[in-house]
């Protein structure tokens, strides 16, 4: 038999990137007047192939004195981003799709042409790299001006004004032989898009102390306002791929330009008071008004208030020997959340045509009544430092109770929508977070740790009257669950006697108790649906260790998570026991093969389902991970060497990121969310994601 060639298409979708950074500041001043000036260039090529970022950009801040009692701050920024960019995870030219591709099929042909389908279900992506292009460019522009006023030495006034000025410009083509551009001779589009943000605050604030007591007082408020333009323009059939703008299309299909603005106005308060350093008082007051809501739930009051205790300035505990630093401290408070789209509480009409005739089409129902979600949180802390604080922390308990949850919502189909925005339910978080800092070893030869914890509970406390789920695919909203816990069938592997996949019918009875356990059925339509999983991890944290010597610094990073999820939305696709869809994953040469054997792999039947289903513990995997963030061994010169040449600092490093990961996740990265699916319920899903890179990065940072 004839060997045949293999192509590794994984391989072929990724690379061994690179990346290059310059930065040059400089700042100085006198006694009226400081500055700061610095530039900046960046260079990454991706580890996708076609994916490369180029970046510029300068900022210039300077503050002067222009009298005794006016203070005035001038800040400027400019970026410039170039992208050349790949599609999202979604679409059958992004580089990761390649590893769909069959390994029997050749990348190019004898003439060196790149094959486009010969003996797979799948467009070669690789044929973007050589006959298409997308370029996305750009441009930030941030200016800030400022003013404290002083009308005495202990009343002033603080005014500031910002401008975010952003446009980006994407250009695209694509060949007759891409995957967009094959069906109409070419095809090419051009988008512009600007956003222009302003924002304006103006705030009194009073300090004074009378003896063992300090007052402060801030009265303020705030306003900000968005617009966003967008213009689009797509063609085809061009004459050859040698014309890529628009210009050269013969056919114009399609043009629109779009337009969308909100604004927020608030007005704040805020009061401190401390006495004698031990016990302390903050309260503040805010009332937001967002132009997403209805016109009359625009506004809302958010209060605050928080205390602190200072134990360690007690006579009790003054000096001791042991704890040289003890806190307690409360707070409460409540915040609002409008991240919405704009007009959401709007009926909206979008424009159509009928026989030729200009109409308006209703394409959203109106819900006056939308308004702020809002989340009051308690929080109880405690800091703490011993050993005249080579030893410090931090210990916190916190409850957060989200209620008026702004989701988007099923509703009857008489209405002519199927879904409308609407405050619904109730969320909570509670969980604790601990820090601890210590100085292990001082002197020549030190060592410093530091450890962060945080272990979180997520909840959905209720919904709409009578309502237990909001359906959103794989993931979903469940009274009882976290949110966007995964929902489906319970894999129960393979029957032994004929290699059907089967699940757990789980069956229950009126108070949700399960009647069957452990019964199994071979048609998926008889598996009740369960929870089968939370992509929120129940802990996440992170280890540093820091060791210095001589000039040399070693960091050591290491963050992790357990108690999540990921589902492997390409499971179905890549892991389902030869269906014909892409190349398959090692594990399924584990399939089923003859009556008698135990498996968790189903028997290949070409064309035929058999337990790909996505909605099932079968594509769900242990999201739990330790990884080697960051190591860092830098060495900084001794000061007396470099004052010779008048230089003030010298450090050279090396620093690596993602160095290892520790993980059962059989996917490339357990640290993924699919782009294209991302939103504030569905979380921890792979669908061809890219990994994260191992970057390793050598530098030099001088100073004079």
Known sequence: MAKVDRTDWQDEALRTGSLTNANLSFSGGNDKMRYYASSNYGKTEGILVGNNLEKMGGRLNVDFDATDRLRIGVNLS??????????????????????????????????????????????????????????????????????????????????????????????????????????????????????????????????????????????????????????????????????????????????????????????????????????????????????????????????????????????FLKDNAVLSFLKLRASWGVSGNADIGNFQSLGLYGAGSYDATSTLTPNQIANPQLTWEKSAESDFGIDFGLFDNRLNGEIDYYVKNTTDLLLNVPVPATSGFTTQFQNIGELQNKGIEFTLNSNNLVGKFSWTTSLNLAANKNKVVSLANGQTIINNDINVVKVGAPIGTFYGADYAGVDPANGDAI???????????????????????????????????????????????????????FQGQTGNKIHNGGGGFMSCNACWFDNQTRDQRDRWQNPGDVTQVPEARLGYSNGDQLRSTRYISDGSYLRLKNVTLAY?????????????????????????????????????????????????????????????????????
Do not use: C
């Open 78 to 315: 400019l970026a410039r981003t170039i992208t050349d960019q790949v599609s999202d995870d979604n679409a059958f030219s992004t580089p990761m799709q390649l590893v769909a591709m069959s390994p029997i099929t050749p990348t190019r042909d004898a003439d060196g042409v790149l094959y486009d389908r010969p003996v797979t279900t799948y467009y070669n992506g690789l044929i973007d790299l050589e006959d298409a292009q997308r370029k996305v460019i750009s441009f930030r522009s941030i200016a800030n001006i400022s003013g404290d006023y002083k009308f005495n030495e202990h009343f002033g006034l603080r005014v500031e004004g910002s401008a975010n000025l952003y446009n980006v410009r994407d250009d695209a083509f694509f060949g007759k032989r891409t995957d967009n551009g094959n069906d109409s001779r070419g095809y090419a589009y051009s988008a512009f898009a600007g956003a222009t943000d302003y924002n304006t605050n103006a705030v009194f604030h009073w300090d004074q102390d009378f003896d063992q007591h300090a007052l402060g007082l801030d009265l303020g408020t705030e306003l900000f306002t968005s617009e966003y333009t967008r213009t689009f323009v797509e063609g085809e059939q061009f004459p050859s791929d040698e014309f890529k703008t628009l210009a050269s299309a013969a056919s114009i299909t399609s043009g629109t330009s779009t337009i969308t603005n909100y604004s927020f106005l608030s007005y704040f308060g805020r009061a401190r008071y401390n006495f004698n350093r031990k016990y302390l008082l903050n309260v503040s007051a805010r009332v937001d008004g967002s132009s997403r809501f209805g016109k009359d739930n625009r506004y809302a009051f958010f209060p605050a208030a928080s205390v602190g205790w200072v134990l360690s300035e007690e006579a």
């Open 503 to 557: 699940w757990y019918i789980n069956e229950t009875d009126d108070n949700g108790n399960i009647v069957n356990a452990g019964a199994t059925t071979n048609d998926f339509n008889e598996a009740n649906f369960v929870e089968i999983g939370s992509p929120l991890p129940t802990l996440i944290g992170g280890l540093d260790n820091t060791f210095s010597f001589a000039g040399l610094t070693l960091n050591v990073r």
């Open 636 to 704: 900084d010169f001794p000061t007396k060497l470099l004052s010779k040449a008048k230089i003030r600092d010298l450090r050279l490093y090396v620093t690596g990121t993602n160095m290892l990961t520790f993980t059962k996740y059989k996917g490339w990265d357990p640290e993924v969310t699919a782009d294209y699916l991302a939103s504030n319920i569905v979380y921890g899903v792979d669908f061809y994601s890219a990994p994260q890179p191992k970057n390793f990065v050598a530098g030099i940072r001088i100073g004079f």
